[in-house]
């Protein structure tokens, strides 16, 4: 990386405009930023659910990163208090519920979390009165948060200074400006072989007779579902996790969404299908996120399900990296890929050779 002069105020590009890039660029709002994105809307980050839910992703987010993640919570909390427009943020927790058959989940899902304890159909019935005693057990994770990503999107991108919306051109930004922030999620993947595209389908219905306080997670062998309440009895229904990029949303993936919605309660019957859609995550090898360094060009990549839990987390390690400063959550996002890089590197030379 290009030594960073303190005294002066580097000109920063950042490419993408999903959540981890406008992350970026309001960690780096003291600098002259400019943002460039020309298809925000299908972006990975306008699907998601919004979930802060480090523990309810306890099978997919390895234990080392849970200080992040709870970093990462504060700091959306932070960000979305400093932000002009309002932004839903609620710290309600998170309830996981199943189905008889299935509660070996919710007891192997406790085992992993020693400090949640699974609780029975009474409390089930006071934390979500909509579930009533539709199930025995459960797992309350009270410290989660969710928010609206649509909104915070929205409220993110209009605190930027300078926003070009057309895609850039990254060997010319390279040439521009003295940093360039890649945070073009699945699109880089055109040059960064190691990402892949992980496609999540969600449908988002509208339910009348229903309402919930908190995302629910329905525990289940082959279709793992979470429910997240929007404003207006509005709900999204998630998500898939398919090895595939391509956006389109299978018939398959639809029966599955609804009917595991429809297992959960009886009046998904009736609800208005609003919206169905596909987003695709990016993904390493080891479903981990990455920040590489190539010269004046840092990349934040392959935030696979936990974008929106830890892109504030990254985007302060970036800020710190431009700063020449410590930060003692980049060891996460760096050093053993880097350990890979060189791994990586040592063998291309072994087989050159
Ligand atoms: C269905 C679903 C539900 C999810 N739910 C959650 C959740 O509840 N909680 C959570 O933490 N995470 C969740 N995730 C994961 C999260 O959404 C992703 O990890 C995150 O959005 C990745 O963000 P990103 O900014 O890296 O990529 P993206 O959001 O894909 O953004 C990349 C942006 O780069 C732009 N771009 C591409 N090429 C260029 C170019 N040349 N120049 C400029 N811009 C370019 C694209 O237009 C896009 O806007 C979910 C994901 C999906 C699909």
Not at 44 to 50: D, F, L
Not at 149 to 176: G, H, W
Not at 189 to 207: M, P, Q, S, Y
Request: some cysteine; aromatic content about 8%.
């Amino acid at each position: 990386m290009k030594p960073f002069q303190h005294n002066s105020k580097p000109s920063i590009a950042v490419a993408g405009a999903g959540v981890m890039g406008l992350s970026v660029a309001h960690a780096l709002r003291q600098y002259n930023v400019t943002v460039f994105d020309g298809g925000r809307e299908s972006s990975a980050s306008a699907m998601a659910g919004g979930m802060l839910a480090p523990w309810s992703e306890v099978e997919h987010l390895p234990e080392n990163f849970m200080d992040a993640a709870q970093h990462g919570i504060a700091l959306w909390e932070k960000i979305l208090g400093g932000l002009n427009e309002k932004v839903e943020f609620h710290r309600s927790g998170s309830l996981i519920v199943a189905h008889e058959d299935d509660e070996y989940i919710l007891e192997r899902l406790a085992a992993k979390l020693p400090q949640q304890k699974i609780i029975g159909a009474e409390k089930i019935a006071v934390i979500e009165p909509s579930l009533g005693n539709r199930f025995a057990h459960g797992i309350f994770i009270a410290e989660e948060a969710h928010t609206n990503p649509q909104q915070a999107l929205i409220a993110l991108a209009a605190s930027v200074s300078k926003f070009v919306s057309e895609n850039a051109d990254m060997e010319a930004l390279r040439e521009k400006f003295d940093y360039v922030i890649d945070c073009r999620g699945f699109a880089a993947a055109k040059e960064d072989k190691d990402l892949r595209g992980v496609k999540g389908e969600i449908v988002i219905v509208r339910n009348e007779g229903f309402s919930l306080s908190r995302p629910v997670r329905l525990a289940h062998p082959r279709y793992p579902l979470y429910i997240v309440p929007r404003p207006d009895n509005v709900f999204m229904i998630g998500a898939t996790l398919l090895e595939s990029a391509d956006r389109a949303v299978t018939v398959k993936s639809a029966l599955e969404l609804l009917s595991a919605a429809f297992s959960l309660h009886p009046s998904f019957a009736e609800a208005e299908i609003l919206d169905i859609r596909a987003g695709i995550r990016p993904a390493y090898s080891d479903n981990l996120p990455r920040i590489n360094t190539d010269d004046n060009v840092i990349s934040c990549n392959g935030l696979f399900r936990h974008g929106f839990l830890l892109a504030p987390v990254m985007a302060e390690c970036v800020a710190d990296l431009v700063a020449g400063k410590q930060n003692n959550f980049i060891s996460l996002f760096r050093s053993e890929n880097d350990d890979h890089h060189h791994q990586r590197s040592a063998q291309k030379h072994r087989l050159r050779a």
